[in-house]
């Protein structure tokens, strides 16, 4: 993934790149480097981890010209001499990289068979010595050259001694913005990293190669667009920004629902502009991770609220699996940051295909959201955890919302309830992050958790996703060990994992699935395992049967992953602060995934 950031100006830069580094963090911490350029070359300067342990090893500095980078690893371990930026063998070409060289092993035996040149483990340094052997004193030229040997994909800005004053930039694949301030350039991976300084960008697009200089804003115009700062996001009175984000969930579904669904039915823009998307003959949804467990929710409610078949895929199979695409399908990527390389990719693949497609998406200006041929955003404001918890459940609440709009007038009885639903869902939702903020059972659940060192999650129906949400979170921010099932595996493998004591997380709604969990409960607690039950307050028999319980408040059984899923979040984070873990930036992983 990786985060890349670049200047020419006339005021000192040092601080300015760090500073964007800081913002581009989400896309990776392993490690952080800078390079300054000025009449006497190059000074770099890396770090292991993040932007503040890099911030200590950088010079006061009058440097007007530098480039920056945060990685997230992908060829080499977490040390300096992988961090970027990388060099040839002179040290006077630096190179920052955003993406992965798929033929870099090849081109590194070729450049040289015994390796001794390479200083890195990385696909990058590769890069740098291509250039290297390809300059004569012409930089763009080299560039040029050097992008040749590449098969891959590649955010680069490179820097060259013999050339202070300039940046080189090329974009395939990975993303790249210009920012234009007064009489200086920025480059970045995103525009928001540079967005204090800049008030109009220009998107790079692939096979963009590119020098940048002072004054240069002059022969890009024509494609520059106006740009404003996004909200910004403080952590307020909260101790990390994922404690903060799981409480503005009540918020965020009400924006993620005003206007679109009220007491009069249901209003959305893109069916209005797009009036054909109701005609389809099915629905696939494309995403990844936790987006992937909202969207499956999301495909659910689909198929019972508008009768249309549906189904979520997972985007990191579908881009590459070479799936039959029909073109009168309509296609929704779902994505928080909308820049998930999987998920564009697969939407680039159904819109190549002829089919609609729709980016339901929380980034206004990503990739998706420009690609998809509509939009609807689910208004989560911006998400600083890298685990995500808002985004997840503003996206099922726009999927209910889309599902209705879906199955147009006049509406059925599920229909109604479902919209009802919808507008009760941020009280519901308020009502159970009380009951959990400071509950007891929550931090039992933890201990024992945190104690057998595992844990299995299951749940039916749409509470599979939430099983599996549960376990996901759970593992990406303790690292303990869990699995998720379909509770009705659990009996053809899984329960094999049970012994006296083994915490057992269990969803359990008031659905039609209720009677099936029952027994699953009974057969977990046959072997001595402890089941903890997340159910309705009042749902006495599911207590009864429970070791612990965690609450959540009643709706319709469609839409009861927004409010199960809380207790998950609850869990997952606690569990990482007993075991004095960082929460917001758990360890190898990056907020936006932007490689394959
Ligand atoms: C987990 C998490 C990830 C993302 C996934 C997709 O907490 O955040 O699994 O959901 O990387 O990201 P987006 O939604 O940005 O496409």
Not at 362 to 382: K, Q
Not at 414 to 437: F, G, I, Q, W, Y
Not at 514 to 528: C, D, K, P, Q, Y
Request: glycine letters at 8%; hydrophobic letters at 45%; one cysteine or more.
């Amino acid at each position: 993934m990786c985060g890349i950031v670049g200047f020419v100006g006339n005021r000192p830069c040092s601080g300015l790149l760090l500073e964007g580094l800081s913002r581009l963090e989400y896309r990776g911490y392993d490690s952080a480097g800078i390079g300054l350029l000025g009449p006497d070359g190059l000074v770099i300067r890396r770090a292991v981890g993040r932007v503040a342990a890099l911030a200590s090893l950088v010079p006061e500095s009058e440097h007007t010209v530098g480039l920056g980078h945060t990685r997230w690893a992908t060829h080499g371990g977490l040390e300096v001499r992988n961090a970027h930026p990388h060099c040839d063998r002179t040290g006077r070409i630096a190179v920052v990289h955003n993406g992965i060289i798929d033929n870099a092993d090849a081109l590194r035996a070729r450049l040289d068979p015994t390796g001794a040149a390479f200083i890195s483990d990385t696909d990058t340094e590769v890069i740098a010595h291509l250039i290297a052997q390809a300059y004569t004193g012409d930089p763009m030229a080299a560039l040029q050259q050097a992008i040749g040997h590449l098969q891959g994909t590649w955010g680069l800005v490179v820097a060259f001694a013999d050339h202070p004053g300039r940046l080189f930039v090329a974009r395939y694949g990975s993303p790249l913005v210009l920012g234009f301030g007064d009489d200086e350039v920025f480059v970045a991976s995103d525009a928001q990293a540079i967005a204090r300084w800049v008030d109009q960008v220009v998107h790079l697009e692939d096979g963009d190669q590119l020098e940048i200089r002072q004054g240069m804003f002059a022969s890009i115009a024509c494609r520059a667009v106006p740009f404003h700062a996004a909200e910004e996001a403080d952590m307020g009175v909260h101790r990390c920004f994922m404690v903060k984000e799981i409480l503005e969930q009540p918020r965020v579904l009400t924006n993620a629902l005003v206007g679109r669904v009220s007491d009069r039915g249901v209003q959305l823009a893109c069916l209005v502009d797009h009036p054909s998307m109701r005609d389809v003959s099915s629905v696939v949804l494309l995403a990844c991770g936790t987006s992937f467990h909202a969207a499956s929710v999301g495909a659910r409610l689909i198929e019972r609220v508008a009768h249309i078949p549906a189904v979520a895929k997972l985007a990191s199979e579908f881009s590459t699996d070479g799936p039959m695409v029909d073109p009168r399908a309509l296609y929704i990527a779902v994505s928080q940051s909308g820049e998930t390389y999987d998920t564009l990719e697969a939407l680039r693949r159904a819109k190549g295909c002829g089919a609609a497609t729709l980016g339901v998406v929380n980034t206004v200006d990503s990739s998706i959201a420009r690609e998809a041929d509509a939009g609807l955003f689910v208004h989560a404001g911006p998400e600083v955890a890298v685990a995500s918890t808002k985004a997840f459940t503003a996206q099922i609440a726009t999927l209910g919302a889309l599902a209705l709009g879906l199955a147009g007038k006049p509406e059925s009885g599920v229909a109604v309830a479902v919209r009802k639903s919808l507008m009760a869902l941020p009280d519901a939702v308020e009502s159970t992050l009380e009951r959990l903020r400071d509950s007891a059972a929550v931090t039992m659940a933890c201990r024992w958790i945190v104690d057998a060192n595992y844990a299995l999650f299951l749940g039916r129906g749409p509470s599979r996703h939430v099983a599996e949400e549960g376990s996901l979170k759970l593992k990406e921010l303790s690292y303990v060990p869990c699995d998720a099932y379909a509770a009705g595996e659990m009996k053809h493998g899984p329960i094999a994992m049970l012994k006296k004591g083994t915490p057992v997380v269990v969803v359990v709604p008031r659905d039609e699935h209720r009677t099936h969990m029952l027994a699953n409960i009974a057969e977990v607690r046959a072997r001595g395992a402890r089941v903890i039950a997340l159910c309705e307050p009042d749902d006495v028999e599911v207590a009864r049967h429970a070791d612990l319980v965690l609450p959540f408040d009643s709706t319709h059984s469609c839409l009861s992953p927004v409010l199960s899923v809380l207790p998950m979040q609850f869990l997952a984070f606690r569990a990482a602060e007993l075991l004095g873990l960082d929460v917001d930036k758990p360890r190898n992983l990056a907020k936006s995934v932007t490689v394959a």
